[in-house]
């Protein structure tokens, strides 16, 4: 009978874990996407987040706001792992693929000149940021691309709002220098002779 209480004890608190993260699912995912470089490292991320809230879920079900408690996870988790793997670094934002808002050469109401000519400025400027920082290149598109207000950033990664104001300015800085550069996201041409 313990058992049989124990097993619908463990069933009760699992449904009730399901039914606490259901509703971030997506945001922690679009999130996660922004980070990581491709899908796989976005659900690994996501993954792990939820591991740690089912790990801390007597914590997790008395939060107040559990979305900015599961991005604030999701957001150290990146951190951390991205300074344990000491990688080169690569661009933790939007690429363009089939299933991706940017993919542009399906806007239909631009002429094929205007398709090529976004696209290049797009790569160019995905080009540019993975030249910057991580974390900083994190931090800008939590801002710019997600929305998320200097506040929210600032309970996001436990910063003063003004170390996040300087933060974005530096890096918007940079991204702009680097866009300057006439060398960077210029298509390299290699010569195939016919044999």
């Keep these: 009978m313990a058992r049989l209480l124990k097993f619908r004890n463990a069933k009760s608190s699992s449904d009730r874990f399901e039914t606490l993260m259901r509703p971030h ?8 996407r922004r980070f990581a470089a491709n899908d ?12 740690k809230a089912y ?6 079900e008395r939060i107040e706001h559990p979305r900015a408690w599961l991005l604030r996870v999701l957001y150290y988790t990146f951190v951390d792992t991205r300074r344990s ?13 089939q299933d991706d808002d940017l ?6 109401s631009l002429q094929p000149d205007a398709q ?18 991580k974390e900083l290149c994190t931090l800008l598109a939590m801002h710019d691309v997600d929305g998320l207000s200097i506040a929210e950033l600032s309970v996001l990664t ?3 709002q003004g170390t996040i104001k300087s933060r ?11 866009l300057q550069n006439k060398q960077l996201g210029r298509v390299k041409l290699k010569v195939v002779s016919g044999g």
């Design 116 to 133: 090529a000519d976004q696209i290049m400025r797009v790569e160019r400027v995905l080009a540019a940021m993975a030249l910057l920082d």
């Design 158 to 160: 436990n910063l003063p």
């Design 25 to 32: 699912f997506e945001a922690l995912y679009r999130s996660a």
């Design 103 to 108: 993919h542009l050469a399906e806007n239909a």
């Design 40 to 51: 796989a490292d976005a659900e690994d991320l996501v993954q792990d987040v939820c591991i």
């Design 168 to 178: 974005l300015f530096r890096t918007r800085a940079k991204l702009g220098r680097l």
């Design 85 to 97: 793997q000491n990688r080169a670094p690569t661009f933790i934002g939007k690429s363009i693929d």
């Design 55 to 60: 790990l801390h879920f007597d914590e997790f």
